[in-house]
Nanobody, 119 residues
């Protein structure tokens, strides 16, 4: 069965950096799309960054120019490099992945990793 496991979260001071990783297992087929989402207390889960086969990458306006999403297709691992972190970036960060209908049409979530930006 497909599993996504995030790592790399933690406590960082404003202006600092973190790199999140999302390791996929249980599949040998590269996902058609992968993304990072976050959910702050009392707020809805929102898309932070995505990378989609045939489309490219996209970022929410709040993280553009600070965060970079990239993936290693050989290991089916997704990364999120977060620089110039702000207190408002504090949230649980989730990795999501999906296949298009042509490849089964299923989606998957990781368990989340906490990122706290505070002095």
């Amino acid at each position: 069965q497909v599993q996504l496991v995030e790592s790399g979260g933690g406590l960082v001071q404003p202006g600092g950096s973190l790199r999140l990783s999302c390791a996929a297992s249980g599949t040998t087929v590269s996902f058609d799309g992968m993304g990072w989402y976050r959910q702050a207390p009392g707020k809805q889960r929102e898309l932070v960054a995505s990378i989609t086969r045939g489309v490219g990458v996209d970022y929410s306006d709040s993280v553009r120019d600070r965060f970079t999403i990239f993936r290693d297709n050989a290991t089916n691992t997704l990364y999120l490099q977060m620089n110039s972190l702000k207190p408002e970036d504090t949230a649980v960060y989730y990795c999501g992945a999906h296949y298009t209908e042509a490849h089964g049409g299923r989606g998957y979530w990781g368990q989340g990793t906490q990122v706290t930006v505070s002095s």
